[in-house]
C-alpha cells in the first residue's frame, strides 16, 4: 500500500478484556515495528520484526503482550486481560531494510475502561 | 548506552517569529539523528536526518538542524514560523546505519500565536 496501515484507529475496551491490533505495512517493508505513545511520554519500544529472523520482543512490558507478523507482510499486536495502564497510542512502523528511515501509521489508540 | 534529551517539553512562537526546539544526545558511537513531527492525530513524519555526512541538515516544510559533536546537540530550527508548524516534535537516536534500535526523545509541543 501507499503507507502504513492500522486498524483500528480506536478502541475501547473494559479491563479484563483482550485486544487485537493490526499493522499492514508499506509493500516491500521487511522491517516492522510497534511502538507505545503514553500521555506525555516518548515512544516506547515494544517489539521488532525482520524479514524471516526471529523477532527481537525486548521491549514487551510483560508476558499479556504478544505480537506476530503472518508472511512477512501484516502483524498483529495481542494484549490479553487488558489493564487500565495499557491505555495509550499503538503505533506502527515498516522500513525497508537498512535504510534507517522508519514510516509510521496513524496509530491505534486504546482505551481500557 | 544511547539517549536523547528535548530540553523543552513546550515551546510557543509567534507566527512569523524564529523557531528553536532543543535535543541533545548521548552515544558511544557515530549515531545517526533523527527529527520527526506529529500533527494530532496523525503518525509521525519524518522531517529531517543526518548520518555522517553534512552537518547541517536541511529537511522539509523549512526545517533544518545542525549536528554539534562537540555539544553533543541536534537542535531542530526554521527561520520564520508558520501556523501548520504546530505540532509535536520528536528528536530520535541511534546508533548509525546497520541497527534498527532507535531511541526517542519524549516530543516537545509546538504552539504557534497568530
Known amino acids: 500500500g501507499a503507507g502504513v496501515s492500522q486498524s483500528p484507529s480506536n478502541k475501547v475496551t473494559e479491563k479484563g478484556k483482550d485486544v487485537e491490533l493490526r499493522c499492514d505495512p508499506i509493500?516491500?517493508?521487511?522491517?516492522l515495528y510497534w511502538y507505545r505513545q503514553s500521555l506525555g511520554q516518548g515512544l516506547e519500544f515494544l517489539i521488532y520484526?525482520?524479514?524471516?529472523?526471529?523477532?527481537?520482543k525486548s521491549g514487551l512490558p510483560s508476558d499479556r503482550f504478544s505480537a506476530e507478523r503472518t508472511g512477512g507482510s501484516v502483524s498483529t499486536l495481542t494484549i490479553q486481560r487488558t489493564q487500565q495502564e495499557d491505555s495509550a497510542v499503538y503505533l506502527c512502523?515498516?522500513?525497508?531494510?537498512?535504510?534507517?528511515?522508519?514510516?509510521f501509521g496513524a496509530g491505534s489508540r486504546l482505551t481500557v475502561l | 548506552a544511547q539517549s536523547v534529551t528535548q530540553l523543552d517539553s513546550h515551546v510557543s512562537v509567534s507566527e512569523g517569529t524564529p523557531v528553536l526546539l532543543r535535543c541533545n544526545y548521548s552515544?558511544?558511537?557515530?549515531?545517526?539523528l533523527f527529527w520527526y513531527v506529529q500533527h494530532p492525530n496523525k503518525g509521525l513524519q519524518l522531517l529531517l536526518k543526518?548520518?555522517?555526512?553534512?552537518?547541517l541538515v536541511k529537511g522539509i516544510n523549512g526545517f533544518e538542524a545542525e549536528f554539534k559533536k562537540s555539544e553533543t546537540s541536534f537542535h531542530l530550527t526554521k527561520p520564520s514560523a508558520h501556523m501548520s508548524d504546530a505540532a509535536e516534535y520528536f528528536c530520535?537516536?541511534?546508533?548509525?546505519?546497520?541497527?534498527?534500535?532507535?531511541?526517542f526523545g519524549t516530543g516537545t509541543r509546538l504552539k504557534v500565536l497568530a
Open positions: 512502523a515498516s522500513s525497508l531494510s537498512g535504510a534507517n528511515v522508519l514510516t
Open positions: 509493500s516491500g517493508h521487511t522491517a
Open positions: 520484526f525482520q524479514g524471516n529472523s526471529a523477532p527481537d
Open positions: 552515544s558511544s558511537y557515530s549515531p545517526s
Open positions: 543526518y548520518t555522517s555526512a553534512a552537518t
Open positions: 530520535v537516536v541511534s546508533e548509525g546505519k546497520g541497527t534498527y534500535k532507535y531511541i
